[in-house]
């Protein structure tokens, strides 16, 4: 059986970008154990640090007062235009 780590890592490794949320609940549905929603948070925050997942933090202009976040495979390079 795969750890949460190597869940999201997966899930991340197979898509071209997922939302926050999407990832989290596909964490959820795709585990075949019980996993709490803060486990998921800490999991994903830690593959960040580690470089094994890319974070694009933005901002939208109906929503300034609130961070989110989508995050891609390993290697991604985000560009700004």
Do not use: C, H, W
Not at 3 to 26: C, D, F, H, P, Y
Not at 40 to 45: A, C, L, R, S
């Amino acid at each position: 059986m795969m750890t949460i780590k190597e869940t999201v890592k997966e899930i991340v490794n197979k898509s071209q970008g997922l939302k926050a949320v999407e990832l989290s609940m596909r964490v959820l549905t795709e585990t075949k154990y019980d996993v709490k929603s803060e486990d998921i948070i800490k999991t994903i925050e830690d593959l960040v640090r580690e470089g094994e997942i890319v974070e694009l933090e933005y901002i939208l202009p109906q929503m300034d007062y609130r961070i989110k976040s989508i995050y891609f495979p390993k290697g991604t390079n985000i560009l700004e235009r």
